[in-house]
Protein backbone atom coordinates (compact mmCIF):
# COMPACT_ATOMS: atom_id res chain seq x y z
CA UNK A 1 0.00 0.00 0.00
CA UNK A 2 2.90 2.54 0.67
CA UNK A 3 4.68 1.96 -2.27
CA UNK A 4 0.92 2.37 -4.42
CA UNK A 5 1.03 5.65 -2.80
CA UNK A 6 4.46 6.49 -3.52
CA UNK A 7 3.72 5.40 -7.22
CA UNK A 8 0.04 7.86 -7.13
CA UNK A 9 2.54 11.12 -5.89
CA UNK A 10 5.26 10.57 -8.74
CA UNK A 11 2.60 10.01 -11.35
CA UNK A 12 0.42 13.18 -10.14
CA UNK A 13 3.98 15.06 -9.62
CA UNK A 14 4.30 14.26 -13.55
CA UNK A 15 0.95 15.40 -14.62
CA UNK A 16 0.64 18.36 -12.69
CA UNK A 17 4.05 19.58 -11.84
CA UNK A 18 6.51 20.74 -13.80
CA UNK A 19 6.80 19.91 -17.18
CA UNK A 20 6.02 21.66 -20.31
CA UNK A 21 3.41 23.07 -22.36
CA UNK A 22 2.75 24.10 -25.85
CA UNK A 23 -0.19 26.80 -24.87
CA UNK A 24 -0.10 29.37 -21.99
CA UNK A 25 -3.70 32.04 -21.33
CA UNK A 26 -2.49 35.48 -20.56
CA UNK A 27 -5.98 37.11 -19.60
CA UNK A 28 -7.99 36.15 -22.45
CA UNK A 29 -5.56 35.68 -24.98
CA UNK A 30 -3.60 33.03 -25.85
CA UNK A 31 -0.03 32.16 -26.36
CA UNK A 32 1.28 29.34 -28.60
CA UNK A 33 4.95 28.08 -29.37
CA UNK A 34 6.68 29.94 -32.54
CA UNK A 35 4.93 33.05 -31.08
CA UNK A 36 7.64 36.38 -31.52
CA UNK A 37 8.06 37.83 -28.18
CA UNK A 38 6.81 41.33 -28.71
CA UNK A 39 3.48 39.12 -29.21
CA UNK A 40 4.01 37.42 -26.09
CA UNK A 41 4.66 41.15 -24.45
CA UNK A 42 1.71 42.47 -26.12
CA UNK A 43 -0.56 39.59 -24.79
CA UNK A 44 0.81 38.89 -21.40
CA UNK A 45 2.63 42.47 -20.27
CA UNK A 46 6.61 42.37 -18.71
CA UNK A 47 7.62 39.18 -17.70
CA UNK A 48 8.58 39.07 -13.56
CA UNK A 49 12.42 38.04 -14.94
CA UNK A 50 14.34 37.97 -18.02
CA UNK A 51 17.59 36.93 -18.62
CA UNK A 52 19.42 36.91 -22.11
CA UNK A 53 22.68 34.82 -23.19
CA UNK A 54 24.09 33.82 -26.49
CA UNK A 55 24.33 30.37 -27.40
CA UNK A 56 26.95 29.20 -30.08
CA UNK A 57 25.03 26.18 -32.28
CA UNK A 58 26.81 23.82 -35.26
CA UNK A 59 24.23 23.63 -37.90
CA UNK A 60 24.37 21.43 -41.04
CA UNK A 61 23.96 22.82 -44.40
CA UNK A 62 23.69 21.02 -47.67
CA UNK A 63 25.35 23.39 -50.29
CA UNK A 64 26.94 22.49 -54.01
CA UNK A 65 26.34 18.75 -53.21
CA UNK A 66 27.80 18.60 -49.69
CA UNK A 67 26.89 19.25 -46.39
CA UNK A 68 29.05 22.24 -44.20
CA UNK A 69 29.11 22.64 -40.70
CA UNK A 70 28.28 26.32 -39.90
CA UNK A 71 28.89 27.80 -36.38
CA UNK A 72 25.87 30.35 -35.62
CA UNK A 73 25.25 32.39 -32.52
CA UNK A 74 21.27 32.65 -31.23
CA UNK A 75 20.23 34.32 -28.72
CA UNK A 76 18.43 32.85 -25.97
CA UNK A 77 15.94 34.66 -23.83
CA UNK A 78 13.99 33.22 -21.00
CA UNK A 79 11.33 34.95 -19.67
CA UNK A 80 9.18 33.77 -16.09
CA UNK A 81 5.69 34.96 -15.59
CA UNK A 82 4.97 34.44 -11.24
CA UNK A 83 1.04 34.02 -11.88
CA UNK A 84 0.94 33.79 -8.18
CA UNK A 85 0.39 31.22 -5.15
CA UNK A 86 -2.37 29.23 -6.84
CA UNK A 87 -1.18 28.95 -10.29
CA UNK A 88 2.88 27.74 -11.16
CA UNK A 89 5.20 29.23 -12.52
CA UNK A 90 5.64 29.77 -16.18
CA UNK A 91 9.03 29.95 -17.78
CA UNK A 92 9.19 30.90 -21.58
CA UNK A 93 12.09 30.27 -24.00
CA UNK A 94 12.36 32.19 -26.88
CA UNK A 95 15.23 31.71 -29.45
CA UNK A 96 16.28 34.24 -31.82
CA UNK A 97 12.85 36.00 -31.03
CA UNK A 98 10.54 33.11 -31.22
CA UNK A 99 8.93 31.10 -28.72
CA UNK A 100 10.37 27.60 -28.43
CA UNK A 101 9.45 26.22 -24.79
CA UNK A 102 6.93 27.00 -22.12
CA UNK A 103 7.79 25.52 -19.21
CA UNK A 104 5.90 24.75 -15.90
CA UNK A 105 7.72 25.34 -12.61
CA UNK A 106 7.09 25.36 -8.86
CA UNK A 107 3.43 27.13 -7.38
CA UNK A 108 4.32 30.84 -7.71
CA UNK A 109 4.15 33.43 -4.81
Not at 53 to 60: I, K, S
Amino acid sequence: MKHLAAVSVLVWGLIFGAGSASAMRCGNQLVLIGDRFYDVLNKCGEPDAREERPERRYFRVFREGRFFEVLQEVTIEEWTYNLGPSMFIRILRFENGRLVEIEMGEYGY
